[in-house]
T-cell receptor, first 112, second 113 residues
Framework: SQQGEEDPQALSIQEGENATMNCSYK?????LQWYRQNSGRGLVHLIL?????REKHSGRLRVTLDTSKKSSSLLITASRAADTASYFC????????????FGTGTLLAVQP | GAGVSQSPSNKVTEKGKDVELRCDPI?????LYWYRQSLGQGLEFLIY????????KSGLPSDRFSAERTGGSVSTLTIQRTQQEDSAVYLC???????????FGPGTRLTVT
């Protein structure tokens, strides 16, 4: 399988705490993206980090990328109950299609 | 519309029947993707359309699956002679070529009984 791996598979934290999710992938990439999914339906794009970037911020989100280790992390600071969802990393190896290869996902539960 | 739309939202069909799933991408997006999400396989790429170029069908699991995109806009994914293992959520996404991020529709949940 080309799928990346994410850990942890599930994470439960209290509101206000930070949540960190990790992603490892297998091939060289053009960029890596993080998506959020509620209730097993449509995915929402959160943030994109290019292969020549090491860190990126967007609001309460911080993403890091280490291409030498083929890994990325997503940090959500000051979590809220509304952050409860599944989070997926996805790699874009570029080329002709820019198709995404998704990780296995982390199910985050934020307890109020 | 403002986002990607898909229809139907849910489809229950009997094994052996054919089904058609529809995707309306964001206006102006030239790239369109189909993905499948199932419990056992996670999120998998199925097929990609870009403008008038030949589609990338490398992710289609069998020859029972086909897709077309008419006029560079609406796409239909067809599954012939459905099997129980086809049960999944089928997700469509579109993007503006070169920008990276993809915009997903709400998906069609297919259940084959």
């Amino acid at each position: 399988s080309q799928q990346g791996e994410e850990d942890p598979q599930a994470l439960s934290i209290q509101e206000g705490e930070n949540a960190t999710m990790n992603c490892s992938y297998k091939t060289s990439i053009n960029n890596l993206q993080w998506y959020r999914q509620n209730s097993g339906r449509g995915l929402v794009h959160l943030i994109l980090i290019r292969s020549n970037e090491r860190e990126k911020h967007s609001g309460r989100l911080r993403v890091t990328l280490d291409t030498s280790k083929k890994s990325s992390s997503l940090l959500i600071t000051a979590s809220r109950a509304a952050d409860t969802a599944s989070y997926f990393c996805a790699t874009d190896s570029g080329g002709a299609t820019n198709k995404l290869i998704f990780g296995t996902g982390t199910l985050l539960a934020v307890q109020p | 519309g403002a986002g990607v739309s898909q229809s139907p939202s849910n489809k229950v069909t009997e094994k052996g029947k054919d089904v058609e799933l529809r995707c309306d991408p964001i206006s102006g997006h030239t790239a369109l993707y189909w993905y499948r999400q199932s419990l056992g396989q996670g999120l998998e790429f199925l097929i990609y359309f870009q403008g008038n170029s030949a589609p990338d069908k490398s992710g289609l699991p069998s020859d029972r699956f086909s897709a077309e995109r008419t006029g560079g806009s609406v796409s239909t994914l067809t599954i012939q002679r459905t099997q129980q293992e086809d049960s999944a959520v089928y997700l469509c996404a579109s993007s503006s070529r070169g920008l990276g991020e993809q915009y997903f529709g709400p998906g069609t949940r297919l259940t084959v009984t």
